[in-house]
């Protein structure tokens, strides 16, 4: 396989799994070569060493749940919470499917370094955003922006909301997600930070975010 293929294949391959960080420390925004080898070490070592359909379960929920902010979705199944997609959380999740891959071709598969570097200076953080209302459309049209103290940063790009799927568990009805893009350069990675999303109906939802807890 080429070099631009591969590239072209591992790019695709890259959102397939959940990832997640394994420290307590700001945002990364600058990484060094090092630093991103053992981004993607450190995801790829635990889904080498799973065996089996629940021991990867184990590790992508495990993984998804140190790079949320707001609710626990064990705890509050209804809960507003936000993924962040920082660039550790993209490499490490990168980590994991080279395993994943590595174990179904039998033989290594690893990230070229031409698209190490394309995370590497990846200029924005993208979240994903799920919270909960009353009826299937109820996040349409939603508005988020990031406050830190007096400071309002409004996204670079807003994805459109899913249609809310049925709600199994008490409380609303319907769940619900979309994604938003904030510039590097614009927010404080080191501040305590809140998410505030706006819906169409008026209602206000905060999703309080301590970005020194993730990487």
């Given at each position: 396989m080429t070099s631009r293929k591969q590239i072209a294949s591992l790019l695709g391959l890259i959102g397939v799994l959940g990832a997640g960080n394994s420290g307590v420390w700001a945002i990364d925004v600058n990484l060094s070569a090092e630093e991103a080898h053992k981004a993607l070490e450190t995801g790829r070592i635990?889904?080498?060493?799973?065996?089996?359909?629940?021991?990867?379960?184990?590790?992508?929920?495990?993984?998804?749940?140190?790079?949320?902010?707001?609710?626990d979705p064990e705890k509050d199944p209804c809960g507003a919470s936000a993924i962040l997609r920082t660039k550790r959380y993209r490499l490490e999740a990168f980590g994991r499917q080279e395993a994943a891959e590595s174990k179904k071709r039998k033989t290594d598969v690893r990230m070229p370094e031409?698209?190490?570097?394309?995370?590497?200076?990846?200029?924005?953080?993208e979240m994903e955003v799920q919270l909960c209302g009353d009826d299937e459309y109820f996040a349409e049209g939603a508005l988020i922006e990031l406050q830190q103290g007096s400071k309002r940063i409004k996204p670079i790009d807003?994805?459109?909301?899913?249609?809310?799927?049925?709600?199994?568990?008490?409380?609303l009805a319907f769940r619900s997600r979309f994604t938003a893009l904030f510039a590097y350069e614009q927010f404080d990675p080191?501040?305590?930070?809140?998410?505030?999303?706006?819906?169409?109906?008026?209602?206000?939802?905060?999703?309080?975010?301590?970005?020194s807890k993730v990487k």
């Open positions: 635990p889904m080498e060493k799973a065996n089996s359909p629940e021991d990867v379960r184990k590790v992508l929920q495990q993984a998804s749940m140190v790079t949320r902010v707001g609710a031409e698209f190490i570097r394309k995370v590497m200076d990846m200029p924005n953080m807003i994805g459109k909301a899913e249609r809310g799927r049925k709600n199994e568990s008490n409380g080191n501040a305590s930070s809140v998410f505030v999303v706006n819906l169409q109906d008026g209602k206000e939802i905060r999703i309080p975010a301590d970005f």
